[in-house]
């Protein structure tokens, strides 16, 4: 009885060994990629302002998955899922808003252009909806969607001035992720310029 009893914390200890020798041959899980938003569009001398009214872009809102740092991928079907080991530097909808803004503030035709963080005076404010901003898997191949319901309201009144569906298809040049990465941002920068003239056109109309 006594025997068993002083081997028993040896054994213990045995268990305790092989236990930590067996998750040492478990794999490393793989690095995690932070990836920028790429731009396309190279840098340009800003335009004197053509209008006085100041914009503000409020970040879009969007489903959980899209709201998150993942690189959402549709591969088959209805099913979404993301890329592995990959993540967006800050959140889909913070990254397309900065984008949209970057481009305002590149063209310079409006005084000013800020989002809902900071306290500024606007005239206007784009509100929208981000609906896709993932790659989709057409005939085995990678093409990048994203689709923006917009809405631009006049803040004096807040009536809606226009709404309209925007939606970028940009096909990747091979399933990478460092790919699919760059066609997201070809797809940004055109619908950045899409937008930013729709809301020129339709900002020209107020007093």
Known sequence: MNLRLHSLPRLVLLGLLVA???CSILPESEPL???LLPTTTSPQQAREPALQHALRINTPQASRILSSPR???????????AY??????DAAPVLLRDRLIEAFQRDGRMPSV??????????????????????VYIDDK??????LDARLVNRNDQHTLA???????????DPSVESVV????KASDRLSGEILEWTLSHARKLP
């Open 20 to 22: 930590l020798s067996a």
């Open 182 to 185: 760059e066609a997201f941002g």
């Open 142 to 147: 990678p093409v990048v969607v994203i689709t």
């Open 71 to 81: 690189i959402a991928v549709v591969p088959q079907g209805n099913q979404i899922s």
């Open 33 to 35: 990629r932070i990836y």
């Open 84 to 89: 592995g080991g990959a993540r967006w530097s």
């Open 114 to 135: 800020s989002n809902e963080d900071v306290n500024l005076y606007a005239d206007l404010s784009l509100h929208s909806d981000l609906r896709a901003f993932q790659s």
């Open 163 to 173: 709404n309209r569906r925007f939606e970028v298809r940009q096909p990747s040049a």
